[in-house]
C-alpha cells in the first residue's frame, strides 16, 4: 500500500468524524434552542442502546427507539464500528494532542498488564473495569437510581455542547479531556465507557459470524504476519491483539472499532484486511520505498 494511500484512509475516516461531530452539535443545538413543540431533543440520542433500554424500560416506547436496536443488531453481526466513526466524545477526545503519544507507542506498553505491571497472557482472563462498571450502573438502574444517564457518552456530549454554547461548564467532559490528554485519548472509550461496554459484549455475542456475514470485518492471514506489531502502534484503541493473534480468518475482538488504521500501517501484503460482507475493501501491504520516514517506519517492540 503506498503511503499516500494510507494517508488517504486516515484521513476519509477523520473527515466522517468531524461531519458526525457537526451534525451531533447541530442536533444539540436544534433540540435546545429554541425550545420546540415538534423537536424536544437530539434525535442522535436514539440510536444509543444503553440510553434507550433504560428509556425504552421506563416508558414501554420499544419501537420508537428502533435506530438503537439497528445498531445493536449491526455491532453484533460487525463489532464496534460506531465507537470507530461515529461517537462523537470518542472521536473528539482522539483528536487531543496527548502525552501517551509524546512518549511513543511500543507494542510492550500497549499489551495489557497486571496490578504488579507484569504482562498479561494471551489466554489469560482479564477483568476490564468498563464492564464493572456497567454492571454498577445496571445494578443501581435495578434499584431505581438511573445513573446510565450521567456516564452515558452519548449524553455526556449532549450536555457538554449545550453547557458551551449557553455559557456553561462541563465539568465531567473536562475531566474526560485531562484523562485523555494524560493517559490516552482513547483510555476512557477502552476502559471506562459503559456503552462501549456494551457494544463490546454485543460484539462477543457475534464473534462467531462467517466473514461473509458481516456487513464490516477485520480479517487476517497469519502466515503473512510477522508480528511486527505496527498494526498495534497505529490503532487509536492501542490493541496489540491483532498483533499477537495467531489466527487466520476474522478477528471479531470485542474492543476492535474497525477503523481500518492497522491495515492501513501494516507493510505484509494481504496480511490484514477489512471487507465487506466478505469482499476486501482494504488490503494491508507496501511497496519498495513506502517507508520514507522514521515516523512513518513506527519501531514497536515485542
Known amino acids: 500500500m503506498s503511503k499516500g494511500r494510507r494517508r488517504a484512509v486516515h484521513w476519509v475516516r477523520r473527515a466522517v468524524q468531524?461531519?458526525?461531530?457537526?451534525?451531533?452539535?447541530?442536533?444539540?443545538?436544534?433540540?435546545?434552542?429554541?425550545?420546540?413543540?415538534?423537536?424536544?431533543?437530539n434525535l442522535f440520542l436514539r440510536v444509543d442502546p444503553l440510553a434507550g433500554i433504560t428509556a425504552a424500560w421506563e416508558s414501554g416506547l420499544w419501537l420508537y427507539l428502533l435506530p438503537a436496536w439497528i445498531l445493536l443488531g449491526l455491532t453484533?453481526?460487525?463489532?464496534?464500528?460506531?465507537?470507530?466513526?461515529?461517537?462523537p466524545l470518542g472521536s473528539g477526545l482522539e483528536m487531543l494532542p496527548s502525552l501517551e503519544r509524546r512518549r511513543g507507542r511500543k507494542i510492550s506498553r500497549l499489551r495489557p498488564k497486571d496490578i504488579a505491571g507484569r504482562s498479561i497472557g494471551?489466554?489469560?482472563?482479564?477483568?476490564?473495569?468498563?464492564?464493572?462498571?456497567?454492571?454498577v450502573l445496571v445494578l443501581l438502574f435495578a434499584l431505581g437510581i438511573n445513573a446510565i444517564w450521567i456516564f452515558d457518552p452519548l449524553v455526556i456530549a449532549n450536555r457538554?455542547?449545550?453547557?458551551?454554547?449557553?455559557?456553561?461548564?462541563?465539568?465531567?467532559?473536562i475531566a474526560l479531556v485531562v484523562l485523555a490528554v494524560v493517559v490516552g485519548p482513547r483510555f476512557w472509550c477502552q476502559e471506562m465507557c459503559p456503552f462501549g461496554a456494551c457494544l463490546s459484549l454485543a460484539s462477543m455475542a457475534g464473534s462467531r459470524l462467517p466473514v461473509a456475514a458481516s456487513p464490516l470485518t477485520l480479517v487476517k492471514d497469519n502466515d503473512a504476519c510477522t508480528h511486527c506489531g505496527r498494526c498495534a502502534c497505529a490503532c487509536p484503541f492501542g490493541i496489540a491483539g491483532v498483533a499477537d493473534s495467531e489466527k487466520t480468518g476474522r478477528l471479531a475482538m470485542a474492543d476492535c472499532a474497525l477503523c481500518g488504521e492497522c491495515v492501513a500501517a501494516c507493510p505484509e501484503r494481504g496480511a490484514l484486511s477489512l471487507r465487506v460482507m466478505g469482499a476486501p475493501v482494504l488490503v494491508s501491504g507496501k511497496r519498495p520505498g513506502d517507508w520514507e520516514t522514521q515516523e512513518e517506519a513506527i519501531a514497536c517492540e515485542m
Open 18 to 41: 468531524v461531519a458526525f461531530i457537526a451534525l451531533f452539535i447541530v442536533m444539540t443545538w436544534a433540540a435546545a434552542y429554541p425550545p420546540s413543540a415538534t423537536l424536544d431533543e
Open 76 to 87: 453484533l453481526v460487525s463489532g464496534r464500528f460506531f465507537c470507530g466513526w461515529i461517537c
Open 122 to 135: 494471551k489466554n489469560d482472563l482479564r477483568v476490564r473495569l468498563k464492564y464493572v462498571f456497567l454492571a
Open 160 to 173: 457538554a455542547v449545550v453547557f458551551i454554547l449557553l455559557g456553561g461548564v462541563p465539568f465531567l467532559l
